[in-house]
């Protein structure tokens, strides 16, 4: 809101407000930034208390169905208010109190809007999430990240750095302290409940809210919030860009930047981060990392951590078993996916990129083995190693997530990293290759069965998979090293390694998913230590650190893939030769091109005649088969298959041209 000058009322101006029904008890109060009383024809039925400013009401609004109404005040109370020029604010059936009102503002049919002294706007609240009975409590802020409070709630080990953390968000509290809530610019309030400390920035819109209270509503012009009808929102923060609509229920919570919660959705004591949606059904302490969607009605998330997660109808989770209570949690790494009807009893942890079908109650670990199926035969838990890096799915959705990042917010609070291969993931696959091979070894290469942390390994399945990893590294680090190379021309081996040498020593050991930020974990440590120290001491600088690792990923990313070119190629790559690189490179190529075809022929599947079962109704199978094109198109011309089968020839291409520029 724009700084005004403000002046007493006339005599003749305070008249005019009296006889259009207009009263007060000190008219000395009463403070207009206009220079003439022209506008004073548009405040009628207004009863005025403590102190009031306002400023001119020239303009109109535009309603749905071309309705137009005039900028004023009609029907209400006002008690220590600001308004803003160009509002109109009616029809309030209690009152208005303690708000700052910024200009162009409508406000109607509403019950009260009320700032209550020493309010936070939700700011300071604990959220018990992943374990309900407490113990990783989560304090919510307006510039909470998914990676700050990750190390809130992970690092409970390291209980200096849980009470620096938390002596940060109480601190931010602090200075949202006040007897005062804000109303923005631009701001549309209509046809709601009563509506308690909530702090509402410029652009939201507000329309047949229940209730709401002890909150924030952090929109702005480049990123708005939507509140919709029969939301019931206490002790919460909604960011940027995010909507909350349909009957929602959130309480103690966090939605993140451009999230969408809707028709019915229910969900306390959780955090959903960036680009989250949760429809139909339920959440309970749930930590939703960036990306987490759940669209069913019977889906239940509780106690859980999840990101880039897609929570197939009617997937849920128990976090306790009746002994203790609710005290269990689980993880679900980045990218793990849940069938339609699954089950996990907690405590569990899988695997990154891994997908869940059946019912699951033994408590597994699938962290080493990502990109996994977990499958329920008989009550058993059966693994398959990482036969997700052939599924179309997985690849599909690595490509929508960027598309999908609906944030508009030149601010971004939440740091994501979009690749499906990384060292944190490749890192995993180097374990789990040595962990199946330990298997083959202690139980024989002919057994039939494997047994690991609760699961069970079936021999083809666990031969197949230690191929699949192989070919997902080779790919991987063949990525590097093209990248690294570039489009320079390699005369010397003594040119070419030089021009592998690491920028930095930073990146060598484990890698950590720290909700969206890919990191080494030497740099979330030493930011840990800072923290601890008192080298670091605000939110801002925490997220700054966060940011830095962010911008050096890909250097980082080398340095990782440097060290594991011997290890993996029997390559040491300080001596490597340009006759090693371009071997490396054919290996790359081959990687590269048998896992775009194991994808071309898993999209097969989806155009077989099973797959045209309820096409073509009461015809023959030649009718059957017209309709299914005429509906999904033939299988060549599908736009995913063509990109895989160009995918093949880029790639094919980059391959030979490196080996031509290193020959």
């Known amino acids: 809101m724009t ?6 009322l006339r005599e003749e101006e305070i008249s005019l407000l009296q006889r259009q029904g207009c009263e007060s008890d000190n008219w000395e109060d009463v403070f207009f930034s206009g220079e003439d009383d022209s506008s004073l024809s548009r405040i009628r039925n207004v009863v005025f208390s403590g102190t009031v400013r306002f400023g001119r009401f020239s303009g109109t609004f535009s309603l749905p169905g071309g309705m137009v109404k005039k900028a004023g005040m009609r029907d209400v109370s006002l008690h220590n208010v600001t308004v803003g020029e160009d509002c109109c ?41 992943l374990n309900e009975t407490g113990g990783r409590e989560v304090i919510i802020t307006d510039v909470l990240s998914a990676q700050t409070a990750y190390l809130m709630a992970m690092y409970r080990h390291r209980p200096v ?15 949202k302290r006040s007897d005062t809530g804000r109303i923005g610019s631009g701001v549309v309030i209509r046809n709601a409940g009563m509506i308690t400390s909530v702090n509402i920035g410029d652009n939201s819109s507000v ?44 309480t103690r919570c966090f939605v993140g930047q451009s999230c969408i919660l809707g ?41 859980g951590m999840f990101s880039f997660m897609n929570a197939g109808s009617g997937s849920n989770q128990s976090n306790h078993m009746y002994k203790l209570g609710p005290i269990h949690q689980g993880i679900l790494e ?20 891994s997908l869940v079908m059946g019912r699951h109650v033994t408590h597994s670990d699938t962290t080493s083995l990502p990109f996994s199926y977990l499958i329920e035969q008989k009550n058993e838990t059966y693994l398959v190693p990482g036969v997700n890096l052939r599924s179309v799915g997985t690849i599909r959705d690595a490509q929508k997530w960027p598309r999908r990042d609906n944030r508009t917010d030149p601010h971004k609070l939440d740091i994501i990293n979009f ?23 202690a139980s024989g290469l002919l057994s039939e069965e494997y047994a690991y942390h609760s699961t069970k390994i079936r021999n083809r399945s666990l031969v197949k998979g230690i191929g699949y990893y192989e070919m997902a590294i080779t790919k991987f680090l063949g990525n590097s ?35 969206g930020l890919i990191a080494p974990k030497t740099e979330i440590t030493a930011l840990m230590n800072a923290v601890e120290q008192g080298e670091i001491d605000s939110v801002d600088a925490v997220n700054a650190a966060f940011r830095k690792m962010h911008e050096h990923y890909y250097s980082y990313e080398w340095t990782w893939a440097y060290d594991r070119f011997a290890e993996f190629f029997g390559v040491d790559p300080a001596r490597m030769t340009r006759s090693d690189a371009v071997d490396i490179i054919r290996k790359w190529q081959t990687a590269v091109i048998d896992l775009d075809r194991m994808l071309y022929e898993d999209a097969r599947k989806e155009f077989s005649l099973a797959s045209m079962t309820g096409f073509g109704a009461d015809g023959s199978r030649e009718i059957k088969e017209k309709d299914f094109g005429n509906v999904r198109g033939d299988f060549e011309s599908n736009s995913f298959v063509r990109a895989v089968l160009n995918h093949i020839e880029v790639k094919r291409a980059l391959g030979d041209d490196a080996i031509s520029r290193l020959q």
């Not at 700084?3 to 007493?8: E, F, G, N």
């Not at 306390?268 to 669209?295: K, M, R, Y």
């Open 207 to 250: 329309i047949g809210a229940g209730r709401l209270h002890n909150g924030s509503i952090n929109s702005n012009s480049a990123a708005p919030v939507t509140i919709g009808y029969g939301v019931v929102a206490e002790d919460f923060i909604i960011c940027s860009g995010s909507r909350v609509e349909d009957n929602t229920t959130i």
């Open 3 to 8: 700084q005004k000058k403000y002046r007493h």
């Open 263 to 303: 028709h019915g959705y229910s969900a306390s004591d959780s955090l959903f981060f960036s680009n989250c949606q949760g429809e139909n059904g339920e959440a309970c302490a749930i930590f939703a990392g960036p990306f987490t969607v759940t669209h069913h009605k019977s889906t239940l998330l509780i106690a």
């Open 419 to 441: 690749n499906l291969l990384s060292p944190y993931t490749i890192q995993k696959m180097f374990k789990g290759i040595q962990l199946l091979k330990n298997l083959q070894y």
């Open 161 to 175: 750095l849980t009470e620096k953390f938390r002596r940060m968000a109480l601190d931010y509290a602090e200075s």
């Open 334 to 353: 980045r990218g793990a996916k849940t069938a339609s009807d699954s089950y996990i009893l907690w405590p569990s942890r899988v695997g990154a990129f």
């Open 89 to 129: 604010i009616e029809n309030i059936r209690g009152y208005i109190a303690g708000y700052e009102i910024g200009d162009g503002t409508l406000i109607e049919n509403v019950d009260a809007l009320v700032t209550e002294p020493a309010s936070r706007f939700g700011n300071g609240v604990e959220v018990a999430v």
């Open 481 to 515: 090293l093209i990248s690294r190379l570039g489009n320079r021309t390699y005369s010397s081996d003594e040119q070419l390694r030089a021009a592998l040498a690491p920028d930095s020593p930073v990146g060598s050991g484990r890698w950590a998913d720290v909700s």
